[in-house]
C-alpha cells in the first residue's frame, strides 16, 4: 500500500479477523508492540500521569502552532513533500547529515521559519514532551537509547559548535508538522537509522475514533492515535500513515529523530564513505566490512524484552 491517503471506511474494510487489527487505544497507558521474538520494536507511550495538566499542555501547544503557521514562509515545492498528499508546512530543527551535506550540521531555513521555531526550541512545554520521549525510550528500548545518547556525546565531542535543539535529548532533530490538517500517505523515513525509533507525538483538535489513526501497514495494525499521546516506531522499516480527519478539525504534529547518516559517519571515524576508502587502513576497511555483516544482528538486538526488563527498568 502507499501513494495516497486511505479513508476510515477503507481501513475498515481491511480490518478483521485474517486483515489488519484495530487497536482502541486510549493514549494515556504505555503499550510494547512485539516481533514474532518477543522483541519491543514499537511503544503506544500514552502521556504521564497528570493527565488534565498534560491535556492543557497540549492545547497551549496546539494554539501556539496554529497562531505561528501563518508567520511561516514556504515556497510550492516545501509544502508539498513525498509524506504528504495534501501540502502542508513543515519546519525541520537540528543536527543532520545527508542530503548533500558535506559533514554533520545544523539544518538550514529561512530567516521567518527560523524564528517561529526558536520561539518553540526555547519553549519549556516542549521541552516536557522531549523529555516524556526521552523517558519512554530508555524505560522499553534502553540499550537502544543507551546507544543514541553516546553516538550524540561523541558527535557533541567531535565538533563542539553544533547547536542542539533540547539539552539532554537523544534525537539530533525534530520536525515541527504545522498542518492544518497533517495527514501522511503511507511511507518509511528511509534516512533514519534502520533498526532506530523516532518519536511522534499528535497535537490538535480532532475526534480520535473517527480519524488520525496511525497505520503500521507491514505489522497490519490501525492505532487509535489522540491528541498529546506520543507513540515510538522503527520508522525506517516500518510504512506508516495515518488517516484523514474531518474537513473541520485540525491536526499538528512533533517528530523527533536521528537521521542514519550521522551514525554512519562516526562509525567511519568522522568522515564521508569516500574519505574513508581513500585514507581507511587495509585493516579498517576489512574491520568495517566484517562489522557491517553482523550490523543489522546487533542493531535489533538493542532491542528490549519485557522479560529483560522486568529486573529494572535504566534511566540515566
Known amino acids: 500500500m502507499g501513494g495516497r491517503i486511505y479513508t476510515?471506511?477503507?481501513?475498515?474494510?481491511?480490518t478483521g479477523e485474517d486483515g489488519m487489527r484495530y487497536i482502541n487505544w486510549l493514549g494515556e497507558l504505555s503499550i510494547p508492540i512485539l516481533d514474532c521474538r518477543g522483541r519491543i520494536i514499537a511503544v503506544l507511550g500514552g502521556m504521564p500521569r497528570d493527565r488534565e495538566g498534560w491535556k492543557k499542555l497540549i492545547d497551549e501547544l496546539s494554539t501556539l502552532m496554529d497562531e505561528a503557521s501563518p508567520n511561516l514562509r514556504h515556497s510550492t515545492e516545501d509544502l508539498h513533500h513525498r509524506r504528504a498528499q495534501e501540502p502542508y508546512p513543515s519546519v525541520a530543527?537540528?543536527?543532520?547529515?545527508?542530503?548533500?551535506?558535506?559533514?554533520?550540521?545544523c539544518l538550514l531555513n529561512n530567516a521567518a521559519n527560523t524564528k517561529v521555531t526558536d520561539r518553540f526550541l526555547r519553549d519549556i512545554r516542549?521541552?516536557?514532551?522531549?523529555?516524556?520521549?526521552?523517558?519512554?525510550?530508555?524505560l522499553f528500548a534502553p540499550l537502544l537509547a543507551a546507544f543514541y545518547q553516546s553516538q550524540m556525546d561523541e558527535l557533541a565531542g567531535w565538533k563542539p559548535s553544533l547547536v542542539w535543539n533540547f539539552a539532554g535529548s537523544v534525537f539530533a532533530a525534530c520536525t515541527f508538522n504545522?498542518?492544518?490538517?497533517?495527514?501522511?500517505?503511507?511511507?518509511?523515513?528511509?534516512?533514519n537509522l534502520s533498526w532506530g525509533w523516532c518519536a511522534i507525538t499528535a497535537l490538535g483538535?480532532?475526534?480520535p475514533d473517527l480519524g488520525g489513526h496511525l497505520i503500521l501497514w507491514d505489522l497490519k495494525l490501525v492505532i487509535r492515535f489522540p491528541p498529546g499521546a506520543t507513540i515510538l516506531i522503527p520508522s525506517a522499516i516500518v510504512?506508516?500513515?495515518?488517516?484523514?480527519?474531518?474537513?473541520?478539525?485540525k491536526r499538528f504534529s512533533f517528530v523527533q529523530y536521528t537521521a542514519g547518516g550521522l551514525f554512519r559517519w562516526i562509525r567511519n571515524g568522522f568522515k564521508t564513505d569516500e574519505a574513508f576508502e581513500n585514507t581507511g587502513t587495509r585493516e579498517e576497511k576489512m574491520e568495517r566490512t566484517k562489522e557491517a555483516k553482523t550490523r543489522w544482528e546487533k542493531g535489533v538486538a538493542m532491542y528490549s524484552t519485557v522479560d529483560s526488563l522486568k529486573s529494572g527498568p535504566f534511566v540515566p
Open 8 to 14: 476510515q471506511e477503507e481501513v475498515r474494510d481491511l
Open 93 to 105: 530543527r537540528g543536527v543532520s547529515y545527508g542530503g548533500g551535506q558535506t559533514e554533520p550540521g
Open 126 to 138: 516542549f521541552e516536557r514532551l522531549v523529555k516524556w520521549a526521552n523517558l519512554l525510550f530508555f
Open 178 to 191: 504545522f498542518g492544518p490538517q497533517v495527514i501522511t500517505v503511507p511511507h518509511l523515513d528511509f534516512g
Open 205 to 207: 483538535w480532532f475526534d
Open 239 to 249: 510504512r506508516h500513515s495515518n488517516l484523514p480527519i474531518r474537513a473541520h478539525e
